[in-house]
């Protein structure tokens, strides 16, 4: 079996209009589809209860309209005790990551702010053993969503990093 890149990360919504506003006004994505969630195959897929539909929006950023997307769905009825999201430590995935291009974190975060999203962390530079140092600010989406948004190194900056460390490296 060969598997791809991740294709699209599902996320149920409270209100499926602000989550898009949200990324869309926020984060940039785009919306290239949108559809109702109602037939009986999609509730045994999903295993929803009985009676229960969606309507869903999927999201790109431009890079690939087929890998990385978002797939929002605003399931109704909406479940009677929602889970909150998962954080660091949760078992399960408790947050998405995407590399911010073409701006600073300082930028993004002052934007942000303009828009009234406080940052769930502040801005930090990461080190990590046998990588190049790389900066990061986590944000939460409309339903507490953990969104890691990261800078890496160019791609200059890793081979720098990677030489020197073989040059460290006894022989």
């Keep these: 079996m060969t598997i791809s890149p991740v294709h699209h990360t599902n996320i149920s ?16 994505y785009r919306v290239n589809m949108r559809a109702p969630i109602e037939r009986p195959e999609f509730q045994r897929y999903t295993r929803v209860g009985p ?10 950023t431009g890079d690939s309209p087929t890998v990385g997307m978002l797939e929002l769905i605003q399931w109704s009825p909406a479940p009677e005790h929602p889970t909150p999201p998962k954080r660091p430590g949760d078992p399960g995935p408790c947050m998405i990551v995407v ?21 769930w962390s502040d801005i930090l530079d990461i080190q990590m053993e046998g990588y190049p140092a790389f900066r990061g600010l986590i944000i939460e989406d409309p339903d507490g969503v953990l969104i890691e948004l990261i800078q890496l190194p160019t791609l200059e900056q890793a081979r720098a990093y990677r030489a020197a460390r073989r040059e460290q490296q006894p022989a």
């Excluded at 209100?15 to 984060?27: P, T």
């Excluded at 009676?51 to 790109?60: C, D, I, R, Y």
């Design 51 to 60: 009676h229960t539909t969606g309507e869903m929006a999927m999201l790109h």
């Design 13 to 28: 919504v409270s209100d499926l209009e602000r989550s898009i506003a949200f990324y869309r006004d926020a984060l940039g």
């Design 99 to 119: 590399e911010v291009r073409n701006e600073t974190l300082e930028d993004v975060r002052d934007r942000l702010a303009a828009m009234d999203i406080e940052p």
